[in-house]
Structures are given as C-alpha cells and as structure tokens.
C-alpha cells in the first residue's frame, strides 16, 4: 500500500461536508435538531474534535469546556486510539471564555467553575497518553490561545494569530499564562499579557506557540501527516514518552535525568520496545503488540 494511498485515506476523514448530519458522541444528528458545540470522527486511530460554535467565536464557555473534555476522555484507553485533533469550524479558532459567563451576576461559584473546568481541560490534554494536535487556521485568543499552547503540537496557518487581549476588557489572562509562559520566552509571553497585542503565526513559531505554519490549502494534508507517523509508531511506547516528557519539564536537570533514565529500563521492559530493537537488528518493519504491560525479567 503506498504512501499517498494512505494519506489520502487519513485525509479522508478531515473534510465534513455540511450538507451531511454530524456525528458526535456516538449519536447522529439531522438537520432539525441543534448543531453539537462539538462535533467527533474517528477513523484510523485518529479522532477530531471540531468546535462547532462559530456564531459565538467558539468560545470556551462551561458547556462548550464540558463538552470538550468529554470527547477528549471517550475512549481514551482504547488502543484503537492513537492521535487527538483539535480544530474548530469560522473563522476564529476560540475567542476564550464567554465573557457573558464572567459578568458578576452569574456569580463567583460559577465562575469558580468555569475556571477549575478550563484548568482540567488544559491539563488533561497534556495527561492522556496519545499525541494532541491543534489545527489552527484563524484567530485564537486568550483561552482559546491557552488552548493552542496546551497542546502538544500544533498547526497553523499564515493567517492565524494569536493574543492574550484579557487586560483590555479588566481581566487580565492570568490561567492562559500557566500554558503561554511555558511555551514561549517570559519575556514574549509578558509582552503578550500586558499589551493584548496580536501575533502572527509567523511569530507564533519563532517563539514557539505553534510547531508549523503552512498555507491554508495545505494545513489538512499537514495535519494528517503527522497523524499518519504517530500511527505508524507504538502506542505504549507514546504514551510512556509523553508521560515522561512533561514529568521531566518540571524538574531540574540532574532530577530529570534521573527521571529520564529510569524510564529508558521501563521503556526496554516493553514487548514494543524489545520488538522495535530486534526490528531494527534484523532490517525489518516491527511489528508492534501495542500491548503496555512490560515483559517479565
């Protein structure tokens, strides 16, 4: 089977039609009844996420973060599971929070909610033990921008840009800046914060927000790209490196290499790991188990 064969085939599962129903959650949906904030596909080990609110700017508001964290959770131990995309539909990639949620008459329970929500979305993008990939093609600011920042790799497009514009509205982006100052220089990211001034994608990557900027026609053949090589590779084997790199972030550098080296012994005690060596020694494909549990000593 050839590789354009197989891109086409990943590809495949990018492109929804408006015409047809969407399928979200396991349900189909038709015409007549209201469009998902979200709307889900999987097919060949990948799953996308699109937000589907473009008349709201695809804000993160409580339902939308709710509905998000359940598609990211469904599932996510499957070993049909292998890589999560993360798009949106408009426009605007996410415009952060619904500032109508933030007025003081829904109250500060309320609000307390919708922040805790957001912060376990963040993080569990990072937590669960398959690759997360933003595709960006438009504008994402503040939360939406934290949501860029918190994934694992991300995709964008010449036109996208990206703002923390909190402080000229009265609140500053204080949670989008967990995950903006570990992506880009303090100094960048304080820039971004104090001002709310936009950069562009080309900025984007020169400080590192995002992975890629490609040209708009080309951010699908992109993305699945890259879906296609993390497929190719074992799951486990991933996983344990996912894990393992945001562990290792957090520590200092004698710790994370301690860190590090343990996971290494872990990582050979895995059927793939021994399977990739032996592969490798015998000038072959593996063939990978994706099978977690390590072999025995």
């Known amino acids: 089977m050839s590789q354009s064969f197989l891109l086409r085939r990943v590809s495949g599962l990018f492109h929804l039609s408006r015409k047809t129903s969407l399928l979200s959650g396991g349900r189909l949906f038709s015409s007549l009844e209201p469009e998902p904030l979200a709307v889900t596909e999987q097919n060949h080990g990948v799953r996308r996420i699109i937000l589907n609110n473009p008349k709201k700017r695809n804000a993160l508001s409580l339902s939308m973060l709710e509905c998000l964290k359940e598609n990211i959770l469904k599932d996510i131990d499957s070993p049909e599971l292998r890589v999560i995309l993360i798009s949106a539909r408009g426009p ?38 398959v690759p997360v990939i933003a595709m960006v093609n438009g504008v994402a ?53 104090f001002t709310g001034t936009p950069i562009s994608a080309q900025d984007a ?59 290494m012994v872990d990582n050979l005690r895995l059927r793939d790991g021994q399977e990739g060596i032996q592969a490798f020694l015998e000038k072959r494909k593996p063939l990978w188990s994706h099978q977690a549990e390590p072999l025995q000593d």
Do not use: W
Request: net charge positive; aromatic share 4%; hydrophobic share 40%.
């Open 205 to 263: 990557l020169l400080h590192g927000l995002v992975s890629k900027v490609v040209p708009e026609e080309r951010l699908e053949e992109e993305a699945a790209s890259i879906a296609r090589r993390v497929c190719e590779t074992s799951r486990p084997v991933v996983a344990l490196g996912k894990a393992t790199f945001y562990r290792q972030m957090s520590q200092g550098r004698d710790a994370a290499y301690a860190t590090a080296s343990r996971v």
């Open 92 to 129: 605007v990639f996410s415009s952060g929070h619904d500032l109508k949620e933030l007025s003081r008459t829904q109250g500060s329970d309320h609000h307390r909610r919708i922040f805790q929500t957001c912060s376990e979305v963040m993080t569990l993008i990072q937590d669960v033990p």
């Open 141 to 193: 600011t503040a939360a939406g921008c934290q949501l860029v920042a918190s994934c694992d790799i991300a995709i964008a497009t010449e036109k996208s840009t990206f703002a923390t514009p909190g402080v000229n509205v009265g609140l500053f982006c204080s949670t989008p800046a967990v995950a903006i100052g570990r992506a880009v220089p303090r100094k960048v990211a304080m820039e971004m914060l």
